[in-house]
């Protein structure tokens, strides 16, 4: 079985810098896809960011595109999501879910979308 964790999550200031990872584990497939995703308090779980398993290709929400960037290294199993210029409103619990896919440019959006999760790691955006 896949597993996912996320790591590099903190309490960082307005402006500031942090960088995520997802690393996978365990039986790990050929070819998937990641996706991070965000929940805030309150607030439904929300997609950010995904990348295909080849890395080719990576897709963004809106609100994060020009200051998040999603990258994966496959010799290490591990994706991830450097956060720049971080706003309070980045504030939530992120996690990263893997989608094992044939296709090496998939990069899907929806939640429903992934097979297995990571456990979260808290990020907080506060002076």
């Known amino acids: 079985q896949l597993q996912l964790e996320e790591s590099g999550g903190g309490l960082v200031q307005p402006g500031g810098s942090l960088r995520l990872s997802c690393a996978a584990h365990?039986?790990?497939?050929?070819?998937?896809?990641i996706g991070w995703f965000r929940q805030a308090p309150g607030k439904e779980r929300e997609y950010i960011s995904c990348?295909?398993?080849?890395?080719?290709?990576?897709r963004y929400v809106d609100s994060v595109k020009g200051r998040f960037t999603i990258s994966r290294d496959n010799a290490k199993s591990t994706v991830y999501l450097q956060m720049n210029t971080l706003k309070p409103e980045d504030t939530a619990v992120y996690y990263c879910?893997?989608?094992?896919?044939?296709?090496?440019?998939?990069?899907?959006?929806?939640?429903?979308?992934?097979?297995?999760w990571g456990q979260g790691t808290q990020v907080t955006v506060s002076s």
């Open positions: 365990g039986r790990t497939p050929d070819n998937y896809a």
């Open positions: 990348i295909s398993s080849s890395g080719g290709r990576t």
């Open positions: 879910a893997a989608d094992p896919t044939m296709a090496p440019e998939r990069c899907p959006t929806g939640i429903w979308e992934y097979d297995y």
